[in-house]
């Protein structure tokens, strides 16, 4: 359910696997500690497909380790029947009106960087000081928070529990189909907000011990093909980098700035950087700092 529980498991040793699909600033770490197999991309002809805007990037400049999978970012939910006004600020997660009814997100990196955004800092800190404010920020938003959640959005919000939460884009279109099966009395919309957000971009890698590496390099030769990235695309909801891909869906979707964001709402977005081990174990520890104050 997170980067940090999946890299736990693959470095304790206690589970092999042939692919797994890490977020950008742990593919870094896991480059840089050596966990990677380098890619055969004769076995991946497919690849040519992916978007040239979302190759080489920082973490994986040739990628050498790596193939884009999904994209997404991170917006406010809303209950358009228990909100008034359609949120436009991160700052609107920390409104005293919405006490009891705010769902945010259980994990640090995330957490952190919603926070980072309200107050105008980086999501990637660079001085203890940066963090203690961010850390200050979530302990004072902590009293109006119904629940920390992950998955558990899906149902607290179709069940009308929370009037405003945090929410990946990539879960909007599904969560909206379950509103209108359901024949609910509301609608749940979804805001980029004006300070910016993260941009984030899911690969497959293959794990250094991997004891199948040709077969997962055909496997996600097999992904990469337009008809089967637009079937899992309409399955998992997530924005594909799969550029011919994306050039058969409908255009409507391809048109859905929830799905696909312009330019203009990217405009003051920021990606996750590594920023090492200690700064990974200091995420942790004021998050369950924040949580247990």
Do not use: H
């Not at 979302?54 to 400049?61: A, I």
């Not at 406010?76 to 909100?83: E, L």
Request: glycine content about 4%.
């Amino acid at each position: 359910d997170s980067n940090e529980s999946m890299y736990a498991k693959l470095k304790s040793g206690a589970a092999n696997y042939d692919v797994v699909i890490p977020s950008d600033y742990m593919v870094a770490k896991m480059i840089a500690e050596g966990m990677l197999a380098p890619l055969d991309y004769s076995n991946i002809p497919n690849s040519q497909n992916i978007d040239a805007v979302y190759r080489d990037p920082d973490y994986d400049p040739t990628n050498a380790y790596t193939v884009p999978y999904m994209l997404c970012t991170t917006g406010i939910i809303y209950n358009t029947t228990m909100v008034e006004n359609a949120p436009t600020k991160w700052a609107d997660l920390w409104d005293e009106q919405y006490a009891g009814n705010i769902l945010m997100f259980n994990n640090s990196r995330d957490a952190y960087a919603i926070a980072a955004f309200k107050n105008g800092t980086s999501i990637n800190p660079e001085t203890p000081e940066e963090v203690d404010e961010v850390v200050e920020t979530l302990k004072a938003q902590k009293p109006l928070v119904q629940a920390y959640v992950m998955d558990e959005i899906f149902d607290k919000m179709i069940g009308g529990e929370a009037a405003i939460g945090v929410i990946y884009s990539g879960e909007i279109m599904y969560i909206q189909d379950e509103v209108a099966a359901q024949n609910l009395p509301f609608s749940l919309e979804y805001v980029i907000p004006e300070e910016g957000t993260n941009v984030w971009l899911d690969s497959w890698v293959v794990p250094k011990n991997a004891k199948n590496k040709e077969n997962a390099e055909k496997w996600i030769n097999f992904l990469c093909r337009p008809d089967v990235a637009v079937k899992n695309f309409e399955y998992i909801t997530y924005a594909t980098p799969n550029k011919a891909a994306k050039e058969m869906l409908d255009e409507e979707i391809q048109n859905n700035k929830a799905v696909f964001p312009d330019a203009k709402q990217l405009k003051n977005c920021e990606v996750y950087r590594y920023l090492g081990d200690e700064a990974d174990e200091l995420y942790n520890s004021l998050w369950k700092e924040v949580k247990s104050d």
